[in-house]
């Protein structure tokens, strides 16, 4: 296999392309007046923007990208403050049976993206209920 494919549906696709190409730090490959194309070698990921007259609800949980330190954290988070973004931080949180350090931002659609570095395995799903994959309304800002 050599890329993974998602596609999303989005409402505004300029709005959402901003908002990819600042998280990718790529441009698309291919744009149409309905459809962005990304195409990413690390990680190797086929993302595709489609749009829609209306998104109802996340049908996905999140999206995210698994680093292999926390300073790979810390400097992508960096790099999407510096662009304007809201960057939600959650260190040394256990989620999905495992120790993380991770930070979420939202895209113009609703959907979560997390940047996480796992430390450990755990027993446990989650420590409390505000971790763990699952962001509060109010915690989310759309940039």
């Not at 595709?48 to 300073?71: A, K």
């Not at 996480?116 to 994959?133: G, L, R, V, Y």
Request: glycine letters at 4%.
């Amino acid at each position: 296999m050599k890329y993974v494919h998602v596609g999303i549906n989005v409402t505004k696709l300029e709005k959402s392309m901003e908002f990819y190409q600042k998280v990718f730090g790529t441009e698309p490959v291919k744009v149409k007046p309905d459809y962005a194309k990304f195409l990413l070698e690390n990680p190797g990921l086929n993302f595709t923007l489609n749009v829609r007259d209306e998104v109802i609800g996340n049908q996905v949980n999140h999206f995210g990208f698994q680093v292999d330190s926390l300073e790979e954290v810390l400097s992508h988070k960096e790099r999407l403050e510096k662009e304007g973004f809201f960057a939600r931080e959650e260190m040394d949180t256990t989620c999905c049976y495992a120790v993380q350090d991770k930070f979420w931002v939202t895209d113009p659609d609703g959907n979560e993206w997390e940047f996480f570095f796992t430390k450990a395995n755990s027993e446990f799903q989650k420590k409390d209920s505000t971790s763990c994959c699952m962001m509060s309304k109010e915690s989310r800002t759309i940039s």
